[in-house]
């Protein structure tokens, strides 16, 4: 059986990558099976009781009876679940358990997330400081509906939600001896950590990106033929000189935004009780942690967001996507030119929208926008008590996709976070590192996670993603038009799980779609 071809990037990934300075840190903050975890210094929380805990193993443990739906399964953000609409704005509704007056604060984070940045000088002092080089003008711009981006489907396609990290292997030699599996990277000194798109006037963009695929068929069991797409990136027209070499590139499409604050909510510890990196149970899986340095914490943090766990807070997550995709400063990315290298000098040099002393959006408005992305509601269930969807969901355990796509969580009791305080959650991740194969694999690593590694996404409500995005686009290059082809694409750790998956029968494949369908 044809196997999918990985994505052809950069040259040989096996390179002499050095540490950097944080690693040092961060692998030490790396906890033993038995070892305390990590905290969450970004968390207000309550300790739980011993019979909390109790109760908490129970509802949390792994299904047993596919005959019927559990006790609150239809309900996958707990008292947070909204209401399913059957529209576009399905992923834009406030937590359901959100008071009026908080209310308030989601709609005006809403308006920032929504906001138009222009450039400097402009008589809308509010607004201006885009760039000079970006992404997109507001987050909305990538994050559309809340919903998931896509790669470019032709030339004319504006309406993308994508673009390229890159990096260089780096960092000091002190440290490679202490760290084995933290990989240094640094950003290209020419083009930054990302390649931006867009400029402002008088600022060429950095690149335009180019995708091609080939056409790769898999046979399936009952005489169905799967057909994969796999894709060859290129920076295009590059706008200030070659890319050094060795560079690495990785393409990246927004996520959905829902429940993350739920997910940020989950405790360090209960997520870590899913780790095996030495697979000691002998399953074949071997999730491992993304360790992080947090810049709001000074501190090593476990990863939770990103495409690898790259980064262990929303705040932390929402400022680095003002500065790097829109070119907007903050009290915790205060440079005005945003992701600019010292070799864009036209760029360090172009006026920014901040007063002297200032940031482009400061932290008002950065926690307000934090606090919208925190509360996106996550929709109900829909059919979860439907045959086929109970079949779809004992299939799914079968084949083994619980043991990354873990079900559920107690999220922690909290004090100052009442949408995601003790909620029963069912998500559908571990927020771990799992290596996917080659046919995944971009050869840039991030923290400790390699160039097949990529943390398990979550789930919930991915079956409203054409409903919301207008197209099906999934992993985090957009690659997979279908469910089906999405778990086609597993490797490493999850092969058995869709190796079994291509030889069940016909009706069981369709059932276990449908069962995601639901989600």
């Not at 529209?87 to 809403?110: H, I, K, T, W, Y």
Request: charged fraction near 20%; include cysteine.
């Amino acid at each position: 059986m044809p196997r999918p071809r990985p994505c052809r990037w950069t040259r040989p990934s096996r390179l002499a990558l050095l540490a950097s300075p944080l690693a040092v840190l961060a692998a030490a903050a790396v906890p033993a099976a038995d070892g305390p975890g990590l905290g969450d210094p970004h968390l207000s929380v309550v300790p739980r009781t011993a019979e909390e805990a109790a109760r908490i193993a129970a509802v949390t443990a792994p299904a047993t009876d596919f005959s019927a739906p559990e006790r609150f399964e239809g309900l996958p953000a707990g008292g947070a679940t909204v209401r399913a609409m059957t529209n576009a704005d399905a992923f834009s509704q406030p937590s359901g358990n959100m008071s009026f007056e908080r209310e308030l604060d989601f709609r005006v984070g809403n308006g920032l997330f929504r906001k138009l940045w222009v450039s400097s000088p402009s008589s809308t002092l509010a607004s201006d400081g885009l760039g000079p080089l970006y992404n997109a003008r507001g987050c909305q711009n990538c994050h559309i509906k809340d919903g998931r981006g896509h790669p470019p489907e032709g030339p004319d396609d504006d309406a993308v939600s994508m673009f390229l990290r890159v990096s260089i292997p780096g960092g000091p030699e002190a440290a490679i001896a202490e760290i084995e599996d933290y990989i240094g990277t640094l950003p290209d000194p020419t083009y930054g950590g990302q390649l931006q798109d867009f400029g402002t006037a008088g600022h060429p963009a950095e690149y335009r990106l180019s995708v091609t695929y080939e056409t790769i068929l898999v046979p399936l069991s009952g005489g169905e033929v799967a057909s994969l797409r796999a894709p060859t990136y290129e920076a295009a027209d590059l706008g200030y000189g070659p890319l050094a070499p060795y560079a690495m590139l990785s393409p990246r499409v927004t996520p959905q935004m829902i429940g993350l604050g739920l997910l940020e909510a989950i405790p360090a510890t209960d997520i870590l009780a899913h780790a095996d990196e030495d697979d000691a149970d002998g399953d074949g899986i071997s999730g491992r942690p993304n360790v992080v340095w947090s810049l709001v914490h000074d501190a090593p943090m476990l990863g939770r967001f990103g495409w690898k766990a790259g980064t262990p807070t929303l705040l932390e997550q929402t400022a680095g996507a003002f500065s790097g995709d829109i070119g907007i400063s903050s009290p915790l990315f205060p440079d005005g030119w945003g992701d600019c290298s010292s070799a864009e000098a036209a760029c360090r040099a172009a006026m920014h929208g901040a007063d002297v002393g200032a940031h482009e959006i400061e932290q008002e408005g950065l926690d307000l926008v934090t606090f919208y992305s925190r509360n996106l509601g996550v929709p109900a269930r829909r059919g979860e008590d439907d045959p086929q969807v109970l079949r779809g969901k004992e299939v799914f355990y079968d084949a083994g996709c619980a043991s990354c796509h873990v079900p559920k969580f107690v999220t922690a009791r909290l004090e100052d976070r009442p949408e995601q305080s003790f909620q029963l959650i069912w998500p559908y991740t571990d927020l771990l590192l799992h290596d996917m194969g080659e046919g995944l694999a971009d050869h840039r690593p991030e923290g400790r996670a390699t160039g097949t590694e990529w943390r398990t996404p979550p789930l919930w409500g991915i079956g409203l993603t054409e409903q919301v995005s207008g197209v099906e686009n999934y992993l985090h290059d957009g690659r997979a038009r279908t469910l089906l082809e999405a778990v086609l694409w597993h490797g490493g750790e999850a092969q058995a799980a869709r190796d079994r998956i291509v030889e069940i029968p016909p009706q069981d494949r369709a059932a276990l779609i449908a069962f995601l369908e639901s989600l």
